[in-house]
């Protein structure tokens, strides 16, 4: 099985930056996708930013130009940057990927997700 741990969520001001981290860890052969999307009270899950395993990205466009999604294949881990942070970011945060195993000779590709950061932006 695999385990995505975020880190990096918190309390900051209107204008200010964060960095969510999110490493992977278990059974893998490779990773594919990786993502973030949040989930705000009362509101559906949103994705925020995908990236591919070679590093083609796509962002939410409420998020364009200040957010920024990069990953480490080495360590399994992807980040967010975010910038320029507004109180509608306020929001819950999940890191998610597409795995895939290796097991008796196939492979097989999962999706997993983290339990999530709270990012909180006051005004």
């Known amino acids: 099985q695999v385990q995505l741990v975020e880190s990096g969520g918190g309390l900051v001001q209107a204008g200010g930056s964060l960095r969510l981290s999110c490493a992977a860890s278990?059974?893998?052969?490779?990773?594919?996708s990786m993502w973030w999307d949040r989930q705000a009270p009362g509101e559906q899950r949103e994705l925020v930013a995908?990236?591919?395993?070679?590093?083609?990205?796509k962002y939410a466009d409420s998020v364009k130009g200040r957010f920024s999604i990069s990953r480490d294949n080495a360590k399994n881990t992807v980040y967010l940057q975010m910038n320029s942070l507004k109180p509608e970011d306020t929001a819950v945060y999940y890191c998610?990927?597409?795995?895939?195993?290796?097991?008796?000779?196939?492979?097989?590709?999962?999706?997993?997700w983290g339990q999530g950061t709270q990012v909180t932006v006051s005004s």
């Open positions: 995908r990236i591919t395993s070679g590093g083609t990205t």
């Open positions: 278990g059974s893998i052969f490779s990773i594919n």
């Open positions: 998610n990927a597409d795995v895939t195993h290796y097991t008796g000779g196939y492979y097989h590709e999962y999706g997993y």
